[in-house]
């Protein structure tokens, strides 16, 4: 007699509300959906007892899909449908082992976040964190204007400085969605660190310095990305093989006028080692959507107290557009895996 049989309708947890998707789930009548309610992150201990003898579990980056939970869970669990592209919260060795497939949201999310990206890389050089702090703390009417008050780096080109060069760490879908913006502001050259042992895109890099009109488009090591990028994009997926890529040795290497966005994982980038470089000048500024201790992010954190770093608290898909599509996927996908059919967007691992 096996204790854990094989429920006659599939149960599917929910740890994240998808909104108007979710009636895709609730109104179907051959699944069982039991959703994490609550207007906070989905409790662990909530998600080990409810999904025993789940098929499916839908989560965010937030949720750490293991082996506590796929042991919790127990033979029944076929798919884990994350509403993000990134997927470092999910061990996908332990996917493989138990033959779990995996579905994400890539693609549909590329705009939203390269243009929060470049919205960060604008605040971020021209100072629009402190000036927005500045006006909110009625600082305003006692303000001597002065030419160089809130000045930063300009992000386009100009007369003056006819070169720019953008830089990324980690060079997909979203980076070149953010060189495509860039170009309007006359980048001239970008450099970026391709993936360990993977080919040289010469062809696909000749095609994109002409697309844009560069002087270059140039796979580099990490050291001459730090040296030559004005504006350094991380856009890594995190993972143990990119922690605290960007560190002191990296930081110290940087031009003083540079600034560093983080678009990616919080992971890639040492926390203590940049708000070291940004109190020492080593760069100008920073621009973070993401933060290697998030969400535990207080108004003491280092890097909120830092003057000249902008803080966002991973909102960098936050499109209404966006987020209503990555729901719909998201539900669509753990659908799929539990009635047996193709994910419409399976991650390949
Ligand atoms: C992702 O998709 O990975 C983002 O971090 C959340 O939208």
Redesign the pocket.
């Given at each position: 007699i096996h204790s854990m049989s094989f429920p006659a309708r599939p149960k599917i947890v929910v740890c994240k509300d998808l909104g108007p998707a979710m009636p895709l789930l609730t109104d179907r009548e051959d699944i069982d959906v039991v959703p994490w309610t609550e207007d906070r992150p989905c409790d662990r201990a909530w998600l080990l007892e409810n999904i025993a003898g789940a098929a499916g579990v839908v989560v965010?980056?937030q949720d750490m899909v293991d082996r506590e939970l796929v042991n919790a869970a127990g033979p029944n669990l076929r798919v884990v449908s994350t509403?993000?592209?990134?997927h470092e919260h999910i061990d996908l060795r332990i996917m493989g082992e138990h033959k779990i497939q995996v579905g994400y949201?890539p693609d549909i999310?590329t705009d939203a976040?390269a243009d929060s990206a470049v919205m960060l890389a604008l605040m971020a050089t021209r100072a629009a964190g402190q000036s927005y702090s500045f006006v909110k703390n009625n600082e305003w009417p006692a303000f001597n204007w002065t030419p160089f008050a809130f000045c930063g780096p300009q992000l386009s080109t100009t007369p003056f400085s006819p070169t720019r060069t953008a830089g990324f760490l980690g060079f997909g879908r979203i980076a070149h969605a953010v060189l495509t913006r860039l170009a309007a502001f006359g980048i001239t050259h970008c450099v970026y660190t391709p993936r360990p042992g993977a080919a040289h895109q010469t062809t696909r890099d000749a095609q994109l310095k002409a697309k844009h009109n560069l002087a270059a488009v140039t796979p580099v090591d990490l050291g001459t990305l730090a040296r030559d990028s004005d504006i350094l994009f991380v856009l890594a997926p995190g993972g143990p093989s990119t922690r605290h890529l960007i560190n002191e040795v990296f930081l110290r290497q940087m031009k003083p006028t540079s600034v560093l966005v983080n678009n990616g994982?919080g992971s890639v980038v040492d926390s203590a080692a940049l708000a070291l470089a940004l109190k020492n000048k080593w760069i100008w500024a920073a621009g973070l959507d993401?933060v290697d201790e998030e969400p535990q992010v207080t108004a003491e954190h280092p890097l909120v107290r830092e003057p000249r770093c902008v803080v966002l608290p991973?909102i960098?898909?936050a499109a209404i557009e966006t987020r209503a599509e990555?729901a719909t996927l998201t539900a669509q996908n753990v659908l799929a895996g539990v009635l047996g059919g193709q994910l419409p967007m399976a991650l390949d691992y």
């Open positions: 965010c980056f509403i993000s592209v990134g949201t999310l976040v994982r993401v991973h960098g898909s990555m």
